[in-house]
């Protein structure tokens, strides 16, 4: 892992820089094998009182640069205007504190960081405090920090002025941290701190980079998943002016040149003969088939409680639907890209990741070098949602095999055409639900059948986000006869975490069944729902909300429908009402009112900004997403197939935040669930069509 030496620290800052032992957790293979315990340097103090923190997560839009040093210099009783931020450097010291090296994703960035990036800031403040009392040799109890500064009645010292000193005082072993009625900065709206340089267009993405003698490669993979080449011929390649190089990888055939166009015109005049292998033969539409088959029994049992066969026997009504989920592609806006220079035994990499140490160590494996003489430099992340983070590191691998066969530094590019077809996608499912109601309308008896391809886990361990959502669902703690069981039938097709993993099709099929079920009870959606969750109140808090501010029960816009629907993931609670339109068979939403319960909150503008984002994210999917393959060709590759919602089809959106005091949830992706079965329950609630098959058609 890259070595982070308190000297080399002082000297690129000329002032403090914090660090404190952690015991490192065994780890995956992509750390360093031994047991031992690293530094953790996340904050630094310069001389001109600026403040940096270190941030160890990947910001890909989520608000992160801004969430994360809020609790830093919360505690450190920070001037916010002095704050600046960088990505922290691969390293065991930056590890996540679930131990599974350093990475972002699971929504839990802020959740995860919450304590340590605070005692973080406090331990900085007792350091300067100590200084300051050394300099003034007054007791350190008299004095206290303020907005960048360590005061002393009518003395006072900057932060800057104290640095040097207070890196030289032992970090004390225990801190108290401040009472959350005593908050400045958490809590509190704050604007993003990487905005600035976004809207400038100074701030520097993985397709940014650039330095004197870099190329670029675009790579030819084979046209079905897990094909290999056979052969090629690369003269009318390099017979393309600026083509460099035409050289063999593992994932198929790159092109080197000096400039992006060069490589893509070098790359078509490519002739290659592909072997195919079984991935030639994956068609969606059987494959879907077979997944309807497969739920006509049952599956591995996930939660089961009482007798389902005979609970449903003395149903007095009876309801079955099933629900279908294309796979979906992650489709970020910057596609994905990795830039590798390799100089003898040593390795650069600069790229927009969210697994740095993974990517770390499968440079090192791919070179025969240990990981500390890979560095890996973090950078912006034009959207991520789970494909930047692969167990494989497959775009990353693929750069450093490309560099490594070019004998020089080179940038390796994918086209959004190369990124839709690249596979990793959300994984296709289908949803069987059979449910019984008594004479009063209460369920008396579920039975859930799921059947999708299983994300492969580290180790071989099961998948289990195919069922959540749905066998740790509050609705079933209420129903004492229940079933819930699935099918993971394997397929070529690789496959991904997607934006909230398995609740982007379990929340489809479980809150339009409740709503089915509702309709069927002759209940009010929001009413029935209240009474199945009355063991949690979370989920009701947020229902009633939503339901309050968009106005549930009454009268809805002439030739509008209005669905309701609640979802928890992630340690959050949503509930969003949307108000829909159907013209000439399109659906148009118009507004969406979600309200949130994530326990404490960092940042209220970006939890806001998230649900938004993740309305939005589902939005496109509900209405637009799907990947289709035949004779192991996907279909769509671009955003005029794979179509996202544009400005114009942009809802008005209301986001409510439910005051919490509870443990802290993710904001990132819980917004995502509820928007395509509010969306479906309110065409129904039009229309009286339900929407069963994504994506919607009316």
């Known amino acids: 892992m890259t070595a982070l030496t308190r000297r080399g620290f002082l000297a690129a800052s000329g002032g403090l820089v914090l660090g404190f032992a952690l015991p490192v957790r065994r780890r995956f293979a992509e750390a360093a094998p031994s047991e031992t ?12 009182d600026s403040v940096t923190v270190l941030v160890n997560h990947s910001e890909m839009g989520q608000g992160i640069w801004t969430s994360l040093p809020m609790l830093i210099a919360e505690e450190l009783e920070a001037d916010w205007s ?27 960035s802020t959740r995860s960081e919450f304590d340590r990036l605070r005692q973080v800031g406090a331990t900085a403040r007792e350091m300067l405090i100590a200084a300051a009392a050394q300099r003034w040799k007054v007791d350190p109890k008299t004095l206290r920090a303020e907005r960048g500064y360590v005061i002393h009645g009518a003395r006072r010292l900057s932060f800057g002025a104290l640095a040097a000193d207070a890196a030289r005082i032992p970090p004390p072993a225990q801190v108290a941290l401040k009472d959350p009625r005593d908050w400045k900065i958490i809590g509190k709206p704050h604007k993003r701190l990487d905005a ?6 100074r701030a520097r993405f993985g397709m940014d980079v650039q330095f004197p003698g870099l190329l670029t490669a675009v790579v030819l993979r ?38 992006f166009w060069a490589a893509r015109l070098g790359r078509d005049a490519l002739k290659v003969e592909w072997d195919l292998g079984p991935g030639a033969d994956v068609d969606t539409d059987a494959y879907l088939a077979k997944l309807h088959e497969l739920v006509g029994g049952p599956g591995r049992v996930a939660t089961q409680a009482g007798n389902v066969d005979d609970a449903l026997r003395g149903a007095a009504t009876r309801v079955e639907s099933v629900y279908e989920m294309p796979y979906l592609a992650h489709a970020p806006m910057e596609p994905l890209n990795a830039t590798v220079k390799i100089d003898g035994g040593r390795c650069e990499i600069w790229t927009g990741t969210q697994g740095q140490t993974r990517d770390q160590a499968a440079a090192a494996e791919i070179l025969g070098v240990k990981p500390e003489d890979v560095v890996l430099h973090t950078t912006f992340l034009g959207g991520g ?31 959004r055409e190369d990124d839709v077809r690249g596979g990793y996608y959300r994984p296709m499912f289908v949803h069987r639900l059979e449910a019984g109601l008594d004479a009063s309308g209460r369920p008396v008896a579920w039975r859930h059948t799921i059947a999708g391809q299983p994300i492969p886990r580290a180790g071989g361990a099961p998948d289990d986000s195919g069922v959540e959502g749905v066998a740790d669902s509050p609705y079933l703690s209420s129903i004492a006869a229940h079933l819930v069981s699935i099918h993971s039938p394997p397929s070529v097709v690789p496959v991904l975490w997607w934006r909230s993993v398995g609740n982007t099709h379990t929340a489809v099929a479980m809150e339009c069944f409740i ?7 002759k209940r009010d959606p929001v009413d029935f729902r209240r009474d199945l969750l009355r063991s949690s109140p979370r989920h009701v808090r947020v229902l009633e909300t939503a339901a309050e501010r968009a106005g549930w029960g009454k009268p809805v816009p002439a030739g509008m429908g209005r669905g309701v629907a609640v979802h928890s993931s992630f340690g959050s609670f949503v509930a969003q009402v949307a108000d829909v339109s159907v013209d000439r068979d399109r659906i148009r939403v118009h507004r969406v009112v979600c309200a949130v319960d994530c326990g404490v909150v960092v940042n209220p503008a970006g939890v806001a900004a998230q649900m938004e984002s993740g309305i939005i994210y589902g939005l496109s999917a509900a209405l637009y997403g799907r990947i289709r393959i035949k004779g192991g060709r996907v279909a769509e590759s671009n955003f005029h197939d794979y179509e996202v919602v544009r400005m114009h089809e942009a809802p008005r959106m209301e986001v409510v935040l439910v005051p919490s005091t509870e443990k802290m949830g993710g904001a990132g992706e819980p917004g995502t669930p509820p928007i395509a079965p509010a969306v479906a329950n309110a065409v129904f609630a039009l229309t009286g069509k339900r929407l069963r098959s994504l994506p919607f058609r009316v």
């Open 515 to 521: 709503d089915e079920l509702a309709h069927a009870a």
């Open 37 to 48: 315990t690293m530094v953790n340097a996340f904050l630094r103090i310069g001389r001109d």
């Open 196 to 201: 600035p340089e976004k809207v400038t267009g």
């Open 385 to 415: 949602f789970g494909r930047r983070g692969t167990y494989s590191s497959d775009f990353v691998r693929e750069a450093v095999h490309v560099a490594k066969a070019a004998g020089a530094p080179v940038k390796t590019v994918w086209t």
């Open 82 to 108: 002095k704050i600046r931020v960088e990505h922290a450097p691969a390293a065991v010291a930056y590890f996540h504190t679930g131990g599974r090296g350093q990475r972002t994703g699971g929504s839990s």
């Open 222 to 259: 084979a046209p079905a998943f897990g094909g290999q080449v056979k052969s090629f011929r690369g003269e009318a390649a390099l017979a393309v002016p600026g083509v460099k190089k035409v050289v063999g990888v593992p994932s198929g055939v790159a092109v080197v040149a000096d400039h």
